[in-house]
């Protein structure tokens, strides 16, 4: 019994990683279609600063989410771990990637928050997908 489960976890253990890197590719293509869309919008209207800060969060928690849902098959028992994890990574490389290239000054507590957002929408998402049965929903 016990080798079983040990050539169980050898055999899943090769399919988590690409999984979750796949999370986080898919959370890159949606935040890059969204953002296209949104630059867009933003030329078309004349929105304010407050309204463009409020959408760019939503940008990114849809994305994570999405990243999630494309980590996490339903049913998994380590949703939540997988998706906090896919929120980690893209909000993590995100952030600093933004900062570089805009050369704005981040400061700790503002990137621990962005990390933190970014650990809970994916660990949120994961623990609604772990929790759903595999074939409905």
């Known amino acids: ?47 304010g600063d407050q309204a463009i800060r409020i959408i760019n969060q939503l940008i990114k928690a849809g994305a994570v ?28 490389v995100g952030v600093l990637l933004y900062a570089l290239l805009t050369r704005q000054k981040i400061t700790a507590p503002a990137y621990l928050v962005d990390l933190l957002m970014g650990v809970a929408a994916g660990g949120l998402t994961g623990m609604a997908r772990a929790g759903m049965q595999p074939g409905k929903g």
Do not use: E, H, S
């Open 65 to 92: 989410a999405a990243g999630v849902c494309a980590a996490v098959p339903r049913g998994d028992g380590a949703g939540v771990r997988r998706g906090a994890g896919v929120g980690l990574i893209y909000m993590g």
């Open 1 to 47: 019994m016990t080798q079983q489960a040990v050539r169980r976890a050898r055999r899943n253990a090769g399919k988590k990683k690409p999984a979750l890197w796949r999370g986080v590719a898919a959370a890159i293509a949606v935040t890059a279609a969204a953002v296209c869309v949104f630059a867009v919008v933003i030329g078309l209207t004349d929105m």
